[in-house]
């Protein structure tokens, strides 16, 4: 039978060593972690549901991602509603195809019809 002063040290002995791991997983860069110059860590989220009242920093925020995915790949789209990216739709995505028919979703991409 265990008694309560040994169920309290493995408890804490286990609890060290889980802070222990993730500290170095911290380190490590696992999990998304990354690391300041001032040597604070902080991990990044995905963006979430965003309400996009204003119609013009849409069109700029996905103007700015195609040019980014250009210069990166030689293709002009725009990646949304994956982790890490624009989060688009509904109304929003309407308003925004309204405003700029030349471009088009296919998929999780908005790309640009060329003519």
């Known amino acids: 039978m265990i008694d309560a002063d040994e169920l309290m040290r493995k408890a804490k002995e286990k609890r ?3 802070e222990e791991r993730k500290k170095r ?3 490590l860069g696992y999990d998304g972690w990354q690391m300041r110059e001032d040597g604070s860590f902080f991990k ?5 549901i965003q309400h996009w009242h204003n119609t013009r920093t849409l069109i700029d925020l996905v ?3 195609m040019d980014s995915v250009e210069a990166h790949c030689g293709e002009r789209y725009c990646p949304i509603n994956g982790r ?3 989060q688009i739709r509904g109304k929003h995505l309407r308003r925004l ?3 700029k028919p030349e471009w088009k979703q296919v998929g999780s991409r908005i790309v640009e019809v060329k003519k």
């Open 84 to 86: 890490w990216m624009l």
């Open 44 to 48: 990044h989220e995905p963006k979430g």
């Open 97 to 99: 195809m309204k405003v």
């Open 25 to 27: 997983r911290m380190e």
């Open 63 to 65: 103007s700015k991602r």
């Open 16 to 18: 060290k060593r889980n």
